[in-house]
T-cell receptor, first 114, second 116 residues
Framework: ETGVTQTPRHLVMGMTNKKSLKCEQHLGHNAMYWYKQSAKKPLELMFVYSLEERVENNSVPSRFSPECPNSSHLFLHLHTLQPEDSALYLC?????????????FGSGTQLSVL | AQTVTQSQPEMSVQEAETVTLSCTYDTSESDYYLFWYKQPPSRQMILVIRQEAYKQQNATENRFSVNFQKAAKSFSLKISDSQLGDAAMYFCAYSRSNFGNEKLTFGTGTRLTIIP
């Protein structure tokens, strides 16, 4: 099921670079999420936005900076990352950030930090 | 803190056969939601099935069904008539009912291989 688009699909960056991940949803949803997926670890929720306001920030390092300019777009700005930040970054959306809501995911950005 | 455990890192099944993926969770809550998500090689996670804890009846979606054992805190996924397109990572997830998806906890996943 399409509806959540993430770009770029792959990203390689040095530790001193600044880059941004982009997520766009065409489903009319009001909540958007960033997840980090590392090998053999559970998905880690990074940020939640509901109606363009951040409602959750799970102690994510400040080198990750989210931005939600409207309910359809979500960005993750990256700067001075560490090699351990290499992972698959997934964006998701739901109708609202409510109980039991179905999440719709994008295909992720595979990030490698050198 | 709630935890979700998937004890089978990898499973395989012959095409057209039935396979069961296990999931256990730890919670002191009485009302919550449980989910199974599928992540194929395309990397896009898709909801397979959802169960509300207060509902006694096991959820079913076509070839996918769950065995929800609330007292045992077990939530297994049964895939009947396995197809090649079922090959994927499967993630079990839990959320408390009085919280939104900001409290969704995932397991580490089970990689399912379908043998032709």
């Amino acid at each position: 099921e399409t509806g959540v688009t993430q770009t770029p699909r792959h990203l390689v960056m040095g530790m001193t670079n600044k880059k941004s991940l982009k997520c766009e949803q065409h489903l009319g949803h009001n909540a958007m999420y960033w997840y980090k997926q590392s090998a053999k670890k559970p998905l880690e929720l990074m940020f939640v936005y509901s109606l363009e306001e951040r409602v959750e920030n799970n102690s994510v390092p400040s080198r990750f900076s989210p931005e939600c300019p409207n309910s359809s777009h979500l960005f993750l700005h990256l700067h001075t990352l560490q090699p351990e930040d290499s992972a698959l970054y997934l964006c998701a959306s739901s109708r609202r950030a409510g109980r039991g809501e179905k999440l719709f995911f994008g295909s992720g950005t595979q990030l490698s930090v050198l | 803190a709630q935890t979700v455990t998937q004890s089978q890192p990898e499973m395989s099944v012959q095409e057209a056969e039935t396979v069961t993926l296990s999931c256990t969770y730890d919670t002191s809550e009485s009302d919550y939601y449980l989910f199974w998500y599928k992540q194929p090689p395309s990397r896009q996670m898709i909801l397979v099935i959802r169960q509300e804890a207060y509902k006694q009846q096991n959820a079913t979606e076509n070839r996918f069904s769950v065995n929800f054992q609330k007292a045992a805190k077990s939530f297994s996924l049964k895939i009947s008539d396995s197809q090649l397109g079922d090959a994927a990572m499967y993630f079990c997830a839990y959320s408390r009912s009085n919280f939104g998806n900001e409290k969704l906890t995932f397991g580490t996943g089970t990689r399912l291989t379908i043998i032709p």
